[in-house]
């Protein structure tokens, strides 16, 4: 009997600390059960008020994504953690006409590390019949976050000789799966710059990548002048130091991501 009670103890305590958990989770990165609570919370930012919707957003015809499927693969900074879900594939949604796939879930990595890194949900959660035009691929915080090994280039384009451990090695997969499964442009975005030496050696990586693939880079991290806003700016644009807030999205980061990519598309035809 005094092990039947036991157990049940051991079983209750365990129940309260997943309920707290998920509680935490939800509050705090706007996810799983309870991420209402976060949605209140960011909800209440200056930034996430309601003129800075991506509904506000004008459409630009004529563009060469308009009515093509486009696949955002990232974390927390594509699903929009900080902004109530509305983040760069609604803003590329509203702006361009695309039809968007966001495959995003926060706190996860490049590296292949378990089941819901950005490699296992490329090849499990996105349908490879669907027929998009542009893979957008967030360069992820976390794994600087985590100081997961960067690991070095291949030589090949093999995409079974890839080191997905590594972050450089994921990257190449990522691209090589996307080339042979859709035939499409690969394009990774960077965060705008904060404190981090990892994240540092990551984008330069990226541009290394860049030589070897001719994939586009929309980089929001060296443009000194893109980065230097004055500490109100901050404050409306950034949760913190990684998450933008809607306006953050809508006025800062997309406008400037989205010319370099529209000049990425002319420059490759």
Request: charged fraction near 20%.
């Amino acid at each position: 009997m005094k092990k039947k009670k036991k157990a049940m103890w051991i079983i209750g305590i365990i129940v309260v600390l997943l309920l707290l958990e998920n509680l935490f989770i939800g509050y705090r990165f706007s996810w799983g059960l309870f991420k209402g609570l976060g949605d209140i919370r960011m909800g209440k930012l200056p930034g996430n008020a309601p003129e800075y919707s991506m509904d506000q957003v004008e459409p630009l015809p004529g563009n060469p994504l308009e009515g093509k499927s486009v696949l955002f693969l990232g974390s927390s900074v594509t699903y929009g953690a900080a902004s109530v879900r509305e983040g760069i594939p609604e803003y590329f949604s509203a702006r361009l006409g695309c039809e968007v796939t966001k495959e995003a879930v926060s706190g996860t990595t490049l590296v292949d590390n378990g089941s819901s890194s950005y490699v296992q949900r490329l090849l499990k959660n996105v349908d490879p019949t669907t027929p998009y035009s542009l893979v957008v691929c967030q360069l992820s915080t976390n794994d600087a976050t985590k100081k997961l090994p960067l690991g070095e280039i291949s030589q090949g384009t093999d995409r079974d000789s890839f080191d997905t451990a590594t972050v450089t090695g994921a990257m190449e997969f990522i691209i090589a799966y996307a080339r042979e499964t859709w035939n499409c442009p690969v394009v990774f975005y960077t965060n705008a710059r904060y404190d981090s030496a990892e994240y540092a050696a990551m984008v330069q990586r990226l541009f290394e990548l860049q030589d070897k693939w001719g994939l586009g880079v929309l980089d929001l991290w060296t443009d000194e002048v893109f980065n230097a806003i004055d500490d109100d700016a901050r404050a409306l644009y950034m949760n913190d130091a990684i998450h933008p807030t809607k306006a953050g999205y809508r006025d800062w980061w997309c406008p400037v991501m989205e010319q370099q990519l529209l000049d990425y598309l002319n420059s490759i035809g």
